[in-house]
């Protein structure tokens, strides 16, 4: 038996409105990759996208919030990685798989714009945790990867996996902040591994040490 029309209907609307979102998404990656991010207007971005100003605004307010959803859409590309390992791997397993997807796509974009994006994160003053328009960031993911270790009796079943994720995912950013200014010595890779590697260490149980 077929669907509903007005159930189709409604599908094709919501596959429309994430397609729109993805092509302003790529749009603007393009552009800020080889262009100033001040100098480059909306009416650029619109045509870049192929869609007009009023619908541009339907999804962002602005271009500093177009920045913060770009950061978001990496967070969620990482959180569709780790799905699969959260409960299935250990900790170790899922923390590698987290950084193997953060390092993969913050090193597919130009430096210069991934600087751009941390800076905007950090003036916008956003947390770890998520806000409104973009429900997925690294606090979350932290928080499951926990919460399934402490199940697996890796982690200590006293800390409040929140707060633990939260302290990861402040840490991560700050890793991601470091490496896009430019630290000359470690690789974005080093970074991330070794501040992640200090709070495991300190959170597992006796039987889950290495």
């Known amino acids: 038996m077929s669907a509903p ?44 996208a192929g869609i007009g100003r009023s619908t541009f605004y339907l999804y962002f307010e602005s271009k500093e919030r177009l920045l913060i959803a770009l950061a978001s859409e990496t967070a969620r590309g ?9 409960d299935a791997g250990t900790v170790d397993e899922a923390m590698g798989v987290f950084v193997d997807g953060l390092v993969r796509r913050m090193e597919s974009v130009p430096r210069t714009l991934a600087a751009l994006v941390m ?24 928080t499951g990867i926990v919460r399934a270790a402490q199940r697996r009796g ?16 402040g840490m991560t950013l700050d890793a991601l902040e470091r490496w896009a200014s430019g630290d000359p010595e470690r690789t974005l890779r080093e970074i991330i591994e070794f501040r992640i590697s200090l709070v495991l260490d300190a959170i597992r149980t006796s039987t889950a040490r290495r």
Do not use: K
């Open 5 to 48: 029309q007005p159930y189709r209907r409604s599908l094709l609307r919501q596959e429309r409105s994430l397609n729109t979102r993805r092509m302003i998404l790529r749009a603007a990656t393009q552009l800020w990759s080889t262009r100033d991010f001040d100098a480059t207007t909306i009416e650029e971005l619109c045509a870049a």
């Open 154 to 169: 890796e982690v200590r079943s006293d800390l409040d996996a929140r707060d633990v994720g939260e302290a990861l995912a």
């Open 78 to 86: 990482v959180a569709d990685d780790v799905d699969t390992w959260t």
């Open 119 to 142: 800076r905007q994160v950090a003036a916008a003053n956003v947390s770890p945790r998520p806000v409104a328009d973009d429900p997925i960031l690294f606090h979350d993911i932290f």
